[in-house]
């Protein structure tokens, strides 16, 4: 007999808003017309793109930093345009990058605690796009290995380690990328592109290896994305301007594996996979809903599973990764949603009785150790991510080991780069002098300026007492 329901541990998964004050609040977030989420979190810091005259910023704040946000609270302020996307790097919780309208990347470390004051000099700046740079992603799996993607239809993937670009793709899109990529390994990417072309692409070899024209025949922006199994999920909009969801096959692109159509809004639907649990959830910029799709091997092999929604519409969305979740409350996703002012995380949550840990909402998921050096995979090696268990709660303070020798490697690195190089490259890339003395002139000024608030206050407890003593007399 035929079972009328689907079996699924994800069908009753729903999702709840925190409570106000557990939100982030007062902030002004960007109004930049870019289709970027605007928003990246990871288990240590949220990072928000916001509204700034003169140039671009964004916040970096500590996860437990919630409430009111001062409006004197320290960003991160390097960019001379608005910042259009931001990635935290899976190997280290305090390094994350930034592209801007000014044409350059930036890669910035935050200090342990969050920052004490405005941020301006990035550890180290990339240069090499001629239009902005609405696209970054790093590596996955590789070290320093990062990708950027501007509106010169141009993707470049740079050494961060040494400041230099390794890979530049410039005549594989006609039109502007909408969005990169990579697959589990991060062997491939797959681009999504204004001519309504999807592709799968060999970037160390700088090949094409699959490609689809017209995936989505309508013409507003497109999505797609790499499941683990090396299939292709893209969202787009069909002829009639309703929106899609479809599933491929990178070895045989002609038709999708599936379709699914929606709804006939007309924001663009950023997707976020889980790829332990292979659920793709759907955020649409302007929407005020999250839906949630389970992708299985079984026909349709796209399985709706519900909407979360709410009053207010989405001006971004981050997506925390696995190891930031709370395994004793069975949360299997926690997106923070951009309102025009404030940051809501919003909780998923799978119902179990059980207090006990759920090992079948939790595989081994991919921890925070790089499997490669960036030198290793532009020389062709690949390397799966290196899974942990959650089985006891992700444990930051291995994370924190963990980063200081990430910290060391990447100084290593770039003084490493400068004494082999070339005079020529020595010349065009930061030496790290420049770059310590720079570093040792912020500390001794935020030294100073603590030095001064204290003198202040000093004084000021001096003259308290002194009236004090006055009222006593």
């Given at each position: 007999?035929?079972?009328?329901?689907?079996?699924?541990?994800?069908?009753?998964?729903?999702?709840?808003?925190?409570?106000?004050?557990?939100?982030?609040?007062?902030?002004?977030?960007?109004?930049?017309?870019?289709?970027?989420?605007?928003?990246?979190?990871?288990?240590?810091?949220?990072?928000?793109?916001?509204?700034?005259?003169?140039?671009?910023?964004?916040?970096?704040?500590?996860?437990?930093?919630?409430?009111?946000?001062?409006?004197s609270y320290?960003?991160?302020?390097?960019?001379?345009?608005?910042?259009l996307?931001?990635?935290?790097?899976?190997?280290?919780?305090?390094v994350?990058?930034?592209?801007?309208?000014?044409?350059?990347?930036?890669v910035?470390?935050?200090p342990?605690?969050?920052?004490?004051?405005?941020?301006?000099?990035p550890?180290?700046?990339?240069?090499?796009?001629?239009?902005?740079?609405?696209?970054?992603?790093?590596?996955?799996?590789?070290?320093?290995?990062?990708?950027?993607?501007?509106?010169?239809?141009?993707i470049?993937?740079?050494?961060?380690?040494?400041?230099?670009?390794?890979?530049?793709?410039d005549?594989?899109?006609?039109?502007?990328?909408?969005?990169?990529?990579?697959?589990?390994?991060?062997s491939?990417?797959?681009?999504?592109?204004?001519?309504?072309?999807?592709?799968?692409?060999?970037?160390?070899?700088?090949?094409?290896?699959?490609?689809?024209?017209?995936?989505?025949?309508?013409?507003?922006?497109?999505?797609?994305?790499?499941?683990?199994?090396?299939?292709?999920?893209?969202?787009?909009?069909?002829?009639?301007?309703?929106?899609?969801?479809?599933?491929?096959?990178?070895?045989n692109?002609?038709?999708?594996?599936?379709?699914?159509?929606?709804?006939?809004?007309?924001?663009?639907?950023?997707?976020?996979?889980?790829?332990?649990?292979?659920?793709?959830?759907?955020?649409?910029?302007?929407?005020?809903?999250?839906?949630?799709?389970?992708?299985?091997?079984?026909?349709?092999?796209v399985?709706?599973?519900?909407?979360?929604?709410?009053?207010?519409?989405?001006?971004?969305?981050?997506?925390?990764?696995?190891?930031?979740?709370?395994?004793?409350?069975?949360?299997?996703?926690?997106?923070?949603?951009l309102?025009?002012?404030?940051?809501?995380?919003?909780?998923m949550?799978?119902?179990?009785?059980?207090?006990?840990?759920?090992?079948?909402?939790?595989?081994?998921?991919?921890?925070?150790?790089?499997?490669?050096?960036?030198?290793?995979?532009?020389e062709?090696?690949?390397?799966?991510?290196?899974?942990?268990?959650?089985?006891?709660?992700?444990v930051?303070?291995?994370?924190?080991?963990?980063?200081?020798?990430k910290?060391?490697?990447?100084?290593?690195?770039?003084?490493k780069?400068?004494?082999?190089?070339?005079?020529?490259?020595?010349?065009?890339?930061?030496?790290?002098?420049?770059?310590?003395?720079?570093k040792?002139?912020?500390i001794?000024?935020?030294?100073?300026?603590?030095?001064?608030?204290?003198s202040?206050?000093?004084?000021?407890i001096?003259?308290?007492?002194?009236?004090?003593?006055?009222?006593?007399?």
């Amino acid at each position: 007999m035929k079972r009328v329901v689907r079996q699924s541990k994800f069908r009753h998964v729903f999702g709840q808003a925190v409570k106000n004050d557990q939100c982030y609040d007062d902030i002004r977030v960007s109004r930049v017309t870019w289709d970027s989420s605007f928003c990246a979190v990871n288990p240590k810091f949220v990072a928000i793109i916001i509204e700034a005259s003169g140039g671009g910023a964004f916040f970096v704040l500590p996860l437990h930093k919630t409430g009111r946000i001062d409006k004197s609270y320290p960003t991160v302020c390097g960019h001379t345009g608005p910042v259009l996307d931001i990635d935290w790097c899976p190997h280290n919780d305090h390094v994350v990058a930034s592209g801007s309208e000014d044409c350059t990347v930036m890669v910035w470390q935050i200090p342990e605690n969050g920052l004490v004051m405005a941020m301006s000099k990035p550890v180290v700046v990339l240069e090499g796009h001629s239009k902005r740079v609405g696209i970054i992603t790093w590596h996955p799996t590789a070290h320093n290995v990062l990708l950027s993607a501007g509106c010169d239809n141009q993707i470049i993937i740079w050494n961060v380690g040494t400041g230099e670009s390794m890979i530049t793709l410039d005549d594989m899109h006609q039109d502007v990328i909408y969005n990169v990529s990579w697959n589990r390994n991060g062997s491939l990417i797959c681009t999504s592109c204004k001519d309504k072309a999807i592709r799968v692409i060999d970037p160390r070899r700088e090949e094409i290896i699959a490609e689809k024209e017209k995936a989505h025949e309508g013409a507003r922006p497109m999505r797609a994305i790499f499941l683990s199994d090396g299939n292709i999920l893209t969202t787009g909009f069909s002829r009639m301007s309703e929106r899609q969801l479809a599933l491929w096959n990178t070895q045989n692109m002609e038709e999708p594996i599936a379709v699914n159509e929606m709804d006939s809004s007309n924001g663009v639907l950023l997707p976020f996979y889980d790829p332990d649990t292979n659920v793709v959830y759907l955020c649409g910029k302007g929407d005020s809903s999250i839906r949630y799709f389970e992708i299985t091997d079984e026909q349709p092999y796209v399985h709706f599973l519900n909407t979360f929604v709410t009053k207010e519409p989405q001006r971004g969305m981050g997506y925390m990764p696995k190891r930031g979740l709370d395994v004793n409350k069975c949360e299997i996703a926690r997106f923070y949603k951009l309102h025009e002012r404030k940051c809501e995380p919003i909780v998923m949550t799978v119902p179990r009785k059980s207090d006990l840990f759920q090992d079948d909402l939790y595989p081994d998921t991919a921890g925070p150790e790089a499997a490669l050096e960036a030198e290793e995979w532009f020389e062709g090696k690949n390397g799966d991510p290196i899974p942990i268990s959650l089985k006891n709660g992700y444990v930051p303070v291995k994370n924190r080991e963990f980063k200081v020798v990430k910290k060391n490697i990447l100084d290593s690195k770039m003084t490493k780069n400068t004494e082999n190089s070339s005079p020529a490259i020595k010349s065009a890339t930061p030496t790290p002098s420049i770059q310590s003395e720079g570093k040792l002139e912020e500390i001794l000024k935020e030294i100073k300026s603590l030095k001064d608030l204290v003198s202040s206050q000093e004084k000021r407890i001096i003259q308290l007492e002194e009236q004090m003593s006055k009222i006593a007399i």
